[in-house]
């Protein structure tokens, strides 16, 4: 019974130190990381007990004394007096549940365009956008704060590139840790990506179609006298249409509905976007959306 009591107070207390993560910026493990090593004076990779508190209050992180014992005591696995913080990091930052794995691997296959197992950085450049990063919401930091950190998450030791599955998938674990809340880590993901979850549902399909009768609205009231409907929204995707490549990303596809007079949440975006995005490449053929329209 004991040990059950023990367990139920370490869980909590990760818990806890998760929503703390959180508070602080949802930035990950790098900072608690980064503290424990430089309370590591021996570079032993093993802190004492005071050491091990001095680095969690470093990292803004902060536990009752008898949170402080029990998780001490519980990661102290040989009974020496001191814990590993690496292990101590992992159970922090725990696994991702079937709905994060699923939008992460989705992403990740998603990127993976020739299906090697690796991606690169102009990979992850050409589909990632900021913007509509929580974090830029809530003021905490830049657009270019959050690429630059996000590209430099993968640099590593390897420093040739690419990033595997696993380091794609190591990146989010880390996110996840100061992410409580499922639906956030999800918005999180397809915000950045514009990756809609999963497929697209009945209820989905019934609330785009009143989108498109909205937009088909909203083209006649536009309209020039001298062009047809079809022409007035051709003419609007190819100005946002960047790169001239016939498609259009989810961003492109948001400006183009504001510039029509439809400005509309992200999320009620992502949803109109998925249904044409069939195949999953981020982008779509906006002929083909034109003449659906």
């Known amino acids: 019974?004991?040990?059950?009591e023990v367990g139920r107070v370490?869980?909590?207390?990760?818990?806890?130190?998760?929503?703390?993560?959180?508070?602080?910026?949802?930035?990950?493990?790098?900072?608690?990381?980064?503290?424990?090593?430089?309370?590591?004076?021996d570079n032993s990779n093993h802190l004492d007990k005071d050491e091990f508190n001095?680095?969690?209050?470093?990292?803004?992180?902060?536990?009752?004394?008898?949170?402080?014992?029990?998780i001490f005591k519980y990661f102290d696995r040989s009974g020496d007096g001191y814990v590993d913080f690496d292990e101590f990091i992992a159970a922090l930052r725990g696994d991702l549940n079937e709905r994060r794995s699923a939008i992460v691997d989705k992403v990740f296959k998603t990127l993976d365009v020739d299906g090697s197992g690796y991606i690169?950085?102009?990979?992850?450049?050409?589909?990632?956008?900021?913007?509509?990063?929580?974090?830029?919401?809530?003021?905490?930091c830049t657009e270019e704060d959050v690429m630059t950190s996000y590209l430099m998450q993968f640099e590593g030791e390897r420093k040739d590139g690419r990033v595997s599955y696993d380091e794609f998938v190591d990146y989010y674990r880390d996110i996840g840790a100061s992410v409580p809340d499922d639906d956030y880590?999800?918005?999180?993901?397809?915000?950045c990506w514009g990756t809609a979850e999963a497929a697209v549902s009945a209820g989905d399909v019934a609330k785009v179609a009143r989108y498109e009768e909205l937009v088909r609205e909203k083209v006649r009231q536009t309209c020039k006298s001298t062009e047809s409907p079809k022409m007035r929204l051709v003419r609007v995707?190819?100005?946002?249409?960047?790169?001239?490549?016939?498609?259009?990303?989810?961003?492109?596809?948001?400006?183009?509905?504001?510039?029509l007079g439809l400005p509309l949440p992200?999320?009620?975006?992502?949803?109109?976007?998925?249904?044409?995005d069939a195949d999953g490449s981020g982008e779509i053929d906006y002929s083909e959306f034109v003449n659906r329209m």
């Open 1 to 4: 019974m004991e040990s059950l």
């Open 10 to 41: 370490v869980e909590g207390t990760l818990t806890q130190l998760r929503s703390q993560l959180f508070d602080k910026g949802a930035k990950g493990l790098h900072g608690v990381a980064r503290a424990f090593r430089l309370a590591d004076f």
């Open 54 to 70: 001095e680095a969690l209050q470093f990292a803004g992180l902060f536990t009752t004394s008898q949170q402080l014992s029990a």
């Open 120 to 140: 690169t950085a102009e990979d992850m450049r050409g589909k990632f956008t900021a913007a509509n990063h929580p974090e830029v919401a809530a003021g905490r």
């Open 185 to 191: 880590f999800v918005e999180l993901i397809t915000s």
């Open 237 to 259: 995707f190819k100005f946002f249409d960047a790169d001239n490549t016939g498609g259009v990303t989810i961003d492109e596809m948001t400006d183009a509905l504001q510039r």
């Open 266 to 276: 992200r999320k009620e975006v992502l949803i109109f976007f998925s249904l044409y």
